[in-house]
């Protein structure tokens, strides 16, 4: 009967834990399997700002073969590369949650999960660095933002204001082809391109 009992509890136990085959399975659910970027070209200028959601919109109408605006030049591009999604995967899990800003939107990225999910990321013109030294207090508000204490630029997170490093947006616009559509002159402009090395990633990116 002892034995009985113990095999009882062995298998409840077995039976309520995750196996290591289901965990595995989550992960590579939540894997990127792509970005699909839809951005303006060069740097423009609106008499008003953009909002996220006017270029979310022509993103979804583009995938229907609808271009029917608007009047300024947009592209649509995947992010495939098997050695550039790992590092954007890794840089998403690395934000925060900032006060909430008006965006003016040039770039929006939808996140594509293995497992089906959507994420949606939206980058607006010219980003002003903010430095978050304090500790955050998470919100229900706020549940796709982890806080940390490190020199980020605001983006749009699944419609919320969030911090990324810098690296993140760097690597979105590199490997879209965003710096293709700017001068030399105008992409000194550009936060992420304060950082010395990915300037001149972004410049020899133009000469090729």
């Known amino acids: 009967m002892k034995y009985l009992y113990i095999i009882a509890v062995l298998f409840i136990f077995s039976a309520c834990s995750p196996s290591k085959k289901n965990r595995n399975t989550s992960a590579e659910d939540n894997a990127i399997d792509s970005l699909l970027v839809t951005y303006y070209c060069g740097d423009i200028e609106s008499h008003k700002a953009i909002r996220c959601e006017k270029l979310e919109r022509y993103q979804k109408l583009h995938q229907k073969n609808d271009y029917s605006g608007p009047p300024i030049s947009t592209i649509d591009t995947f992010i495939v590369d098997s050695n550039v999604l790992p590092k954007i995967e890794k840089l998403l899990e690395r934000n925060t949650y900032i006060a909430d800003f008006e965006d003016d939107a040039r770039m929006f990225v939808t996140i594509k ?95 090729r």
């Open 113 to 207: 999960h293995q497992g089906g999910k959507e994420d949606y990321l939206c980058i607006s013109h010219k980003l002003s660095p903010v430095q978050h030294n304090e500790t955050c207090v998470l919100d229900d508000d706020a549940e796709d933002c982890l806080c940390i204490s490190q020199q980020l630029s605001p983006v749009k997170y699944n419609g919320k204001a969030c911090s990324f490093d810098n690296e993140l947006t760097f690597l979105l616009r590199y490997y879209s082809g965003y710096y293709d559509w700017f001068n030399s002159a105008d992409l000194q402009w550009l936060e992420e391109l304060q950082d010395t090395v990915f300037y001149k990633k972004a410049l020899e990116q133009k000469k």
